[in-house]
């Protein structure tokens, strides 16, 4: 292996061309003759929805998939990859959305992962810390190089994702959807990397849905729709209007409303503790109270115990002590079932582990809990099919899900309707409590707005609504107050419109504000 | 009661587990190879059965040991391979691709034997002696190949996150044939093993489950060789104080006593079952896109 050379970009790109590209896969036309191209020194933003083929043009270009049409150039010459190895030799690196990290593994050893060693067959782990050190002081990327993957937070193994690709040489980097999984000032951190990274020469994709970061960060910006083209454009010149329309083929209204009519207290949570599932205390004394009409938007981290405390509301975890109320009924250590009977409705976090099973039809997955009630049974014991169909047919309509027929495993529907069909099984039980976990996560922005919507009307027929969720603008347009949740408890709850969005990124990063 | 304590019997036992435990060990260590990357090949078993059929063939008509020895290695790859085709290419269920190979080398070993020696030969094998030596090798260098080499670590990584491997250009198709082929190898070795220098001769069904409890000591083991070791020397010594007990005619039933290694299996496996370092891809197929 050579010495490196003190800068950290081995073999230096100027432009990265991508013509024409087309990729299909079965029954789905994922590219269609995209162009797009990134020059040394900028951002490029790749805009779109989910399933509008972002990632698929990136993996193109980092070999993970190969163009069925279409060519990419590299400095003006044609290059072909046939798999990330030959992506990485010639200086393009990639940070997927999901880590690609092993987690038992120290950030060293994930970092020389399928390079050469200096020494043969045998590991040199103690050079490759000392290049890591030296890189992460260049570019302050703070990780610790013999920490294992598993005690790091988020952050740090974002960090250490863009030091393996900065380890490699990369010369050009593709980040996809980066900020997903971070915290307001973690992202403001990220975007100064960023900047340092494009000074220094690096030319950078951001792959993203969230307006308002591609706004701040982008040079250019291009938006996918549907596996097409929809335009590249300054970013100066992008407003959130024009690439709303961009994204959606049409203009989306903003949300509207009406004012907050709460009633009695439906929901009362009072000092309530429960274990996570490592066997920690998840939940650390949590009060929250939620009236009829009103809609509390729970903001957090991931991993503050939201999804613990959405499992005690819903009977699915055990609570250690305090109370669960629902109108005035004491619902804290009873089965699962009594919630329901109580009027509670859940749409889980995840919606395909919890929320619905995969490989059942659309039809069955509604009747994942009402396949025992009279209605639709004859004599309690028989499932009356008629019933079934006519009322899975209701919902499919009145919630506009896209799907070929009832009978469609719910797994081949797109995330969006999925989420649509859960939440139509939820409310059509006509709850008076609706805990939504996450509604939105992954759901493009026409089935998100449809989403937001049926949630405020929801919320016009007096139910109490809790609504956890770590999109800030979700929580931000939906919610009546804002509570923050920071290691297990309530660090703060804010009225609507009273606190800005960086005093609730401190709270969620654990600093308490003086609303609280 | 009293003679089974006595200074010769307890020396006997010792060395006869040091030398009983070498097919486990071959055959185990094998096996956590195939397991780090993330395949579960139960078909151990039926490795070890051609690999003892084709060494003993081969050292019996050649008159050569070491050609012997040879030939159960490429035996086990050639099933290694079968295996890794089968598991890996064609991403079948592994736990059932694995009772088929082992279904598949025990019919065969049988067939084989039957058609080409036909009755119960012995041949002069290696002297027991050469065997422990020859089995201290595969713990220290099994342990060096994963933790100290960049095949270990890229093994590592194939079976805990192969999205991962494979994002930074690891192949794990390669990674994975590599390690199930070299875990057959061994378990090719470990038959042999039996067939040359323990027993010195081969009949049908040879191995008598040795390859499934080999299977059971790498969980046992927690995937690591010297957790592996110590379960091959605790079972190995079950099994020698088991024949010996036999043999003194302690007024325990010969039937009870043989059952004793797979009895204490079920425990072994009952009281360490510790799922905290296996391999995260353990018996999952990969397959590039799919998350």
Redesign the interface.
């Known amino acids: 292996m050579p010495s490196t050379p003190p800068s950290t970009i081995q073999r230096r790109i100027t432009s990265v061309e991508m013509c024409d590209i087309v990729k299909r896969f079965p029954g789905v036309l994922a590219n269609d003759r995209v162009c797009f191209d990134v020059r040394a020194g900028e951002v490029h933003a790749l805009l779109g929805e989910n399933g509008a083929g972002k990632s698929t043009l990136m993996?193109q270009l980092?070999g993970?998939?190969q163009p069925d049409a279409g060519e990419i150039l590299i400095d003006g010459q044609r290059v072909e990859f046939h798999?990330?190895?030959?992506a990485?030799r010639s200086g393009i690196g990639?940070i997927?959305q999901?880590?690609?990290?092993?987690?038992?593994?120290t950030v060293a050893?994930?970092i020389?992962?399928?390079?050469?060693?200096s020494r043969g067959?045998?590991?040199d782990l103690d050079k490759v810390s000392a290049r890591v050190q030296e890189l992460s002081a260049a570019y302050r990327l703070k990780v610790e190089s013999d920490a294992y993957v598993w005690q790091l937070s988020v952050g740090e193994q974002q960090r250490v994702e863009i030091l393996?690709a900065l380890y490699r040489g990369a010369s050009f980097i593709i980040l996809d959807e980066p900020t997903a999984v971070l915290t307001p000032q973690e992202v403001d951190d990220l975007f100064a990397t960023l900047k340092h990274m494009v000074s220094e020469g690096h030319g950078l994709v951001f792959i993203s849905h969230k307006l308002n970061e591609v706004m701040a960060i982008s040079d250019r910006v291009t938006v996918l729709r549907d596996g097409c083209m929809a335009g590249t454009i300054p970013g100066r010149e992008a407003t959130r209007d024009i690439l709303v329309s961009m994204m959606v083929g049409r203009e989306v209204k903003p949300l509207a409303p009406q004012p907050l009519q709460a009633g009695a207290a439906r929901l009362k949570i009072e000092g309530l503790r429960a274990q996570g599932d490592r066997g920690t205390e998840a939940l650390r004394g949590v009060d929250i109270e939620v009236h009829a009409g009103e809609i509390v938007g729970l903001a957090g981290v991931s991993g503050n115990g939201q999804r613990e405390l959405a499992q005690c509301l819903a009977g699915l975890r055990k609570v250690t002590t305090g109370t669960i109320t629902i109108d005035g009924k004491d619902l804290t250590h009873t089965e699962l079932k009594a919630h329901i009977e109580a009027g509670l409705a859940y749409v889980p976090e995840e919606r395909m582990r919890d929320g619905a099973i995969r490989d059942f039809s659309v039809e069955e997955n509604v009747f994942l809990h009402d396949h025992a009630a009279p209605a639709y049974t004859h004599a309690g014991i028989f499932l009356d099919f008629r019933k079934m169909a006519a009322h899975a047919t209701d919902l499919v309509k009145q919630f506009s899900v896209k799907t070929p027929s009832l009978d469609t495993p719910i797994k081949n529907l797109s995330g969006g309707n999925i989420q649509k069909l859960i939440l139509a099984r939820e409310l059509s039980r006509k709850p008076k409590i609706l805990i939504a976990a996450q509604p939105t996560r992954g759901v493009d922005i026409g089935a998100s707005e449809y989403i937001h919507q049926r949630l405020l009307e929801q919320r016009a027929t007096g139910t109490a609504i809790l609504l956890i969720s770590e999109d800030l603008d979700e929580i931000r347009s939906l919610s009546d107050r804002i509570a923050v949740i920071y290691e297990g408890h309530i660090i703060g709850i804010v009225q609507r419109g009273e606190a800005t969005v960086e005093e609730i990124g401190l709270m969620m990063a654990g600093v308490s504000a003086t609303h609280g | 009661m009293s003679e089974i304590f006595s200074v010769t019997v307890l020396v006997g036992i010792l060395a006869s587990a040091i030398r009983l435990a070498t097919p486990y060990l071959y055959a185990a260590i094998g096996e956590s190879f195939a397991q780090t990357s993330g395949v579960v090949n139960l078909g151990v078993e039926g490795i070890m059965l051609v690999g003892a059929f084709a060494g003993f063939y081969v050292a019996l008509f050649t008159g050569n040991l070491w050609l012997g020895l040879l030939a159960a290695v490429i035996a086990g790859i050639l099933m290694g391979l079968l295996m890794s085709f089968i598991s890996v290419t064609l991403r079948a269920e592994q736990g059932i691709s694995g009772i088929g190979l082992f279904m598949f080398g025990l019919g065969l070993s049988s067939l084989l034997f039957k058609t080409t020696i036909g009755t119960v030969k012995t041949i002069v094998g290696f002297p027991p002696l050469k065997i422990p030596v020859l089995g201290d090798i595969p713990i220290p260098l099994a342990w060096w190949l994963l933790d100290?080499?960049?095949?270990?670590?890229?093994t590592?990584?194939v079976g805990?996150?192969p999205?991962?491997?494979?994002?930074?250009?690891?192949?794990v198709l390669r990674n994975r044939y590599f390690n199930v082929c070299l875990g057959a190898a061994l378990a090719g070795v470990a038959g042999a093993s039996l067939s040359l220098s323990l027993v010195n001769l081969f009949q049908e069904n040879l191995t008598a489950g040795m390859g499934f409890i080999a299977v059971a000591l790498v969980y046992f083991g927690g995937w690591r060789p010297l957790g592996i070791l110590a379960g091959a020397l605790l079972f190995s010594t079950v099994n020698a104080i088991q024949l010996w007990v036999q043999v003194l005619g302690i007024g325990i039933p010969a039937d009870i006593a043989v059952m004793l290694p797979y009895l204490l299996t079920i425990v072994a496996l009952a009281v360490t079952a510790n799922r905290a370092?296996q391999p995260?891809a353990l018996n999952k197929p990969f397959e590039?896109?799919e998350?």
């Open positions: 993996r980092y993970m998939y798999s990330p190895a030959d990485i990639m997927h999901h880590f690609m990290l092993v987690p038992t593994l050893e994930n020389a992962l399928g390079l050469p060693s067959p045998v590991l393996k | 100290k080499t960049t095949l270990g670590l890229k590592k990584a805990q996150n999205a991962a491997a494979d994002s930074l250009g690891v192949s370092r995260a590039r896109g998350n």
